[in-house]
């Protein structure tokens, strides 16, 4: 059974149509067509996000076999999947301009994200000095949870620039931003002891080579 085949028994074991997985792809569905009909193939890429999308690796996508055989399932842990919501959440809230909610408490900027049995909450006081949470719960039960203290320290700070780090932000790095990103005049740098279970996180911006934002942060699993 060769890429094409497996692709689409991926697709329909998902109830996906051709147009859904290009969409989910930022691809046209011609593309889609293409591949399933043996007349083109994924840049590497893209065969990850098929790898994630459908819990597949990439060997059973790529390795051609003689006769068809079940996918080779990857079994997501919760974990993995807290991972990838958190990120989920982090790219349609505060780092995307999106979903910001009625303030929970005084004075505070309150962002919400839901998908099915999954949310998302961050809430933050301040402006120049701020403080925050933000928490993710399953099934109404909260896994996981980070607190934040930040400040900016000179006038070139650009929030646009610190939203478009937290949304570079990985499955490798998924705690606030990526721990290198670059844009211009701009540097964000990020450093996390731990993992996912127990960190603790500094990050900062320079522009210019001169700092002008900081933020301590520390979060975790919940049990």
Known sequence: MNFSEKLVILRRTKGWS?????????????????WESGFGFP???????????????LDYLVKEQECAVAPIIKEETQVEALIRFRLEANVNTYAAFANEVNSTRGDSHDYHYERGEWSYHDT???????????AVWRKGTVLYAMNYLGRVLDQKFSGNF?????????????????????SGEYLYRSNVTGDINWYTGYEEIFCNDEKVYECYFHGGLMK
């Open 43 to 57: 840049d590497i890429g893209n065969l990850i996000s098929i790898s994630n999308m459908m819990n597949v690796t």
């Open 18 to 34: 051709q147009e859904e997985l290009a969409g989910k792809l930022n691809i046209s569905r011609q593309a889609v067509a293409k």
């Open 124 to 134: 933050y006081v301040g402006g120049e000095q701020f403080a925050g949470e933000e």
């Open 162 to 182: 610190l939203k478009e780090a937290l949304r570079a932000a990985d499955e490798k790095h998924p705690f606030r931003g990526p721990e290198f990103y670059q």
